[in-house]
């Protein structure tokens, strides 16, 4: 049977528009599978080079991982330098946090290009909260020791280079600890007692790694963080604060598997 002009005309149109409509549609959804950018952030007294085994992990499993270097000056400088970094990955990411730096990406985090947490041994505060008000309500080891965390006078701590080794890095070679206690970032005091503006824990999903030999953040409050925010939750018998430089095959294993999973 032969189709008028016309008719033939309309039914091209409406073969074209719902061609283009579900090309449309397929673009605005959410890309599923596998993440492969991930950015780390440090906690305090610290830099980024600490996580060089789990970079040479997840780089050699065709991850792009990318470092931040935050100043350590106050929670907005570092929550920028974070959104610094995520602005240049190429597509989605997950964000994973050490120490202090879960603060950090828990309100750096809501950008719409991560996908997934990763708490590694980490703070995770609520909005209004600050990790300083909640860890006096659940005091770790090295918090009961005097003159175990020192100021300056210009306001700016640092772990003494005394107590670094055994309580922030008891499971490393002592040299290295060592090392770290004399190469520390001074942070400034106010980055504990800021209260966040934004929680990504609320909204999206979380893993985190409990350091049960911990010191310097009570394992009990990190049970408590991971529990609240629905995390995927690795416990790792007689790892320090560390982890994330004693255990990096552990701590990597879960990165991947917040990549595989966050979008799921």
């Known amino acids: 049977m032969k189709l008028l002009p016309r008719a033939a005309s309309v039914i ?8 283009s409509a579900g090309a449309m549609a397929q673009d605005a959804q959410p890309a599923h599978g596998p ?23 997840l780089t050699k499993d065709g991850y792009h991982v990318s470092l931040v270097q935050e100043p350590l000056t106050s929670l907005e400088d570092d929550v920028a ?30 950008d719409p290009k991560i996908v997934g947490l990763v708490y590694v041994a980490a703070h995770a ?7 300083g008000s909640l860890g006096k309500k659940t005091p770790s080891y090295t918090s009961k020791q005097a003159g175990a965390v020192e100021k300056t006078a210009d306001g700016y701590t640092y772990l003494n280079p005394a ?36 929680a990504a824990w609320t909204t999206k999903p979380s893993w985190g790694i409990v350091a049960a030999n911990d010191k310097i953040i009570n ?27 004693s255990r990096p095959q552990q701590v990597a294993a879960v990165i991947e598997d917040a990549a595989k999973h ?3």
Not at 38 to 43: A, P, Q, S, T, Y
Not at 125 to 131: K, R, S
Not at 219 to 245: C, F, K, M, N, Q
């Open 163 to 198: 107590v670094f080794p055994k309580d922030f890095a008891a499971d490393l070679p002592l040299s290295q600890a060592q090392f770290e206690s004399h190469g520390q970032i001074l942070t400034a005091a106010k980055v504990f007692s800021t209260p966040l503006t934004a």
């Open 219 to 245: 394992p009990d409050l990190e049970r408590w963080y991971y529990e609240r925010a629905h995390s995927h939750t690795t416990v790792i018998p007689g790892a320090s604060h560390s982890v994330y430089e």
């Open 81 to 110: 330098a974070a959104k610094r970094v995520i602005d240049l990955q190429d597509g989605p990411a997950i964000l994973v946090g050490h120490s202090y730096g879960g603060s950090v990406i828990t309100e750096a985090g809501v």
């Open 262 to 264: 966050a979008q799921q």
């Open 12 to 19: 091209a149109l409406s073969v074209s528009f719902f061609a």
């Open 125 to 131: 505060p609520n909005v209004g909260e600050d990790e």
């Open 35 to 57: 993440v492969k950018n991930i950015v780390l952030v440090h906690g305090a007294w610290v830099d980024g080079s600490g996580w060089k085994p789990v970079y040479d992990i």
